[in-house]
C-alpha cells in the first residue's frame, strides 16, 4: 500500500525538485485505475492528489518543505481524504495516500491541527499578461482543472418552485410546507436560503418569497459574494452592485446575467462549475441549479446537513402527499378536496376540470410536474403556479444531465423515516445509500 505515496523516495517528495521526483506517480495511478474497479468509484482521491500535488511541486511550491505553508497544505490534503473516505474504502490509491500523509506529517514534524491551505495554489502571471488575466487561471474554471487521467465530472440538478415542490441531487420529487426560512444548499462553496411564506391567509400553501445565495471567497478566483431576490425585486446583480467575482484575477469565472428583465437571472460559477437560474413567476420565485457531485457533497460534517433540502429532502414532518390529494379531489370531483385532505385549499380556488385543462396547456405529459401544477391550483388559486411548474421543467431540460430523467411520474415512496424504521436504519445512511447507486450507475468508464 506504499506504492503510490512513499515520502522523499516516492512521488510525494515535496521541495523545489519534487516535480523530477512526482513524474513516476501519473503513470503508477493509471495503473491503478485500470486494474482495480474501486477506482470507477466515487472515490475522489485523484483530485486530492492532484491538488496537494499542484500546490507544492513546481513554481508553486513553498520555499522549503519545512515551511508552515507546507505543513498546511498537508492538512488540507488530509482534510480532502476524509472527506472523500467513505467511497473510498477499497482504493488502493486512497490508502496509499492516506499512509503517505502520516509519513510526511512525521518527517517534517507537521501537527494535526492548525490552518489548513486553499488548495493549487498559485502564482499570478505579472500585471501587464492581459490575456492570462482575461483568460483566468485554470483552477478558476472547474472542467478544465481536471487532469487527463480524472474522471469527468458527474453533474446533478436540485429545483424548488411552485407550493413548494422539491426536486433533490438525487432525483427525489416532494412536496412541502416549509414555512419560513429553510437552507436549500449549505456546502464548502455556497450558501443557499429560501424562506417560503403563506400564499394566502389561513391556507397551508406556501411559496418562495425570498432567496439570498452566498458565494464563499474562493482562492484567488472569487471574492465573497451575496445574491438576494425577493417578491417583485429580481435584481440582475449582486448586492453590492457587482456583476462578477471581484477583484481577484479569476473574478470573470462568476458572472450574473439578467436574461429577462425582473423576471430571469442566470448566475454562472465556473469555478465550482456550477449554473444557477432564479426566476419571479407572478408574484413568487423559482430557483433551479446544475452542480458538480463533488461541490454538492462538498460538507466539512456531513453529519450535520441534515436540514440541507436539496441533498437530503425535507423533513417528514414537512412533507405532503400531494399526490393522494390529488387522486382524491380526482375521485371526488368536487371543487375542493375534503376536510381531511393533505392542505387546505385557498378561499377560492379553480375547480378541477378547469385546473387540469390549464395544466395540459403547459405540460401535456403527465408527470409530477403536472401533477403540482395541478395542486398548486387546487391549494392557492393563481394561475401563475401553472407557469412555475412549466418553467421548472424547462429548467431542468437545460441543467440536468441525465436526459432520461426529465419526467418523474413517481413521488418519492421511500420518505425520509419511513423507509429506514421498516429496514431499521436510520435517514441519514439510507439516504446516503441511494446517493451512491445512482453514482455508481452514472460513473463513466475509465479503462
Not at 113 to 123: A, E, I, K, V
Not at 241 to 268: C, F, P, R, Y
Not at 362 to 387: I, M, R, S, W
Request: contains cysteine.
Amino acid at each position: 500500500e506504499r506504492l503510490v505515496v512513499t515520502g522523499r523516495a516516492g512521488w510525494m517528495g515535496m521541495g523545489r525538485g519534487a516535480g523530477r521526483s512526482a513524474l513516476g506517480f501519473w503513470p503508477t495511478l493509471a495503473f491503478l485505475l485500470c486494474s482495480f474497479p474501486a477506482a470507477a468509484s466515487p472515490c475522489k482521491i485523484l483530485k486530492c492528489n492532484s491538488e496537494f500535488w499542484s500546490a507544492t511541486s513546481g513554481s508553486h511550491a513553498p520555499a522549503t518543505d519545512d515551511t508552515p505553508e507546507f505543513c498546511a497544505a498537508l492538512r488540507t490534503y488530509a482534510l480532502c481524504t476524509r472527506r472523500t473516505a467513505r467511497t473510498c474504502r477499497g482504493d488502493l490509491a486512497y490508502h496509499s495516500a492516506v499512509h503517505g500523509i502520516e509519513d510526511l506529517m512525521s518527517q517534517h514534524n507537521c501537527s494535526r491541527d492548525g490552518p489548513t491551505s486553499q488548495p493549487r495554489l498559485r502564482t499570478l502571471p505579472p500585471a501587464g499578461d492581459s490575456q492570462e488575466r482575461s483568460d483566468s487561471p485554470e483552477i478558476c474554471h472547474y472542467e478544465k482543472s481536471f487532469h487527463k487521467h480524472a474522471a469527468a465530472p458527474n453533474y446533478t440538478h436540485c429545483g424548488l418552485f411552485g407550493d413548494p415542490h422539491l426536486r433533490t441531487f438525487t432525483d427525489h420529487f416532494q412536496t412541502c410546507k416549509v414555512q419560513g426560512a429553510w437552507p436549500l444548499i449549505d456546502n464548502n462553496y455556497l450558501n443557499v436560503q429560501v424562506t417560503n411564506t403563506p400564499v394566502l391567509p389561513g391556507s397551508a400553501a406556501t411559496a418562495t418569497s425570498k432567496l439570498t445565495i452566498i458565494f464563499k471567497n474562493f482562492q484567488e478566483c472569487v471574492d465573497q459574494k451575496v445574491y438576494q431576490a425577493e417578491m417583485d425585486e429580481l435584481p440582475g446583480a449582486f448586492v453590492d452592485g457587482s456583476k462578477n467575482g471581484g477583484d481577484k484575477h479569476g473574478a470573470n469565472s462568476l458572472k450574473i446575467t439578467e436574461k429577462v428583465s425582473g423576471q430571469h437571472v442566470e448566475i454562472q460559477a465556473k469555478y465550482i462549475g456550477t449554473t444557477i437560474v432564479v426566476r419571479q413567476v407572478g408574484r413568487y420565485l423559482t430557483f433551479a441549479v446544475r452542480m458538480p457531485e463533488e461541490v454538492v457533497n462538498a460538507v466539512e460534517d456531513w453529519d450535520s446537513q441534515g436540514l440541507y433540502l436539496c441533498l437530503r429532502g425535507c423533513p417528514l414532518n414537512q412533507q405532503i402527499d400531494f399526490q393522494a390529494f390529488h387522486a382524491n379531489t380526482e375521485g371526488s370531483g368536487a371543487r375542493r378536496p375534503a376536510a381531511a385532505s393533505p392542505a387546505p385549499t385557498a378561499p377560492d380556488t379553480f375547480p378541477y376540470e378547469t385546473a387540469v385543462a390549464k395544466c395540459k396547456e403547459k405540460l401535456p405529459v403527465e408527470d409530477l410536474y403536472y401533477q403540482a401544477c395541478v395542486f398548486d391550483l387546487l391549494t392557492t388559486g393563481d394561475v401563475n403556479f401553472t407557469l412555475a411548474a412549466y418553467y421548472a421543467l424547462e429548467d431542468v431540460k437545460m441543467l440536468h444531465s441525465n436526459k432520461d430523467r426529465l419526467h418523474l411520474y413517481e413521488r418519492t415512496q421511500d420518505l425520509p423515516g419511513r423507509a429506514a424504521a421498516a429496514a431499521g436504519l436510520p435517514p441519514a445512511p439510507l439516504l446516503l445509500l441511494g446517493a451512491l447507486v445512482l453514482r455508481l450507475a452514472l460513473l463513466p468508464v475509465f479503462c
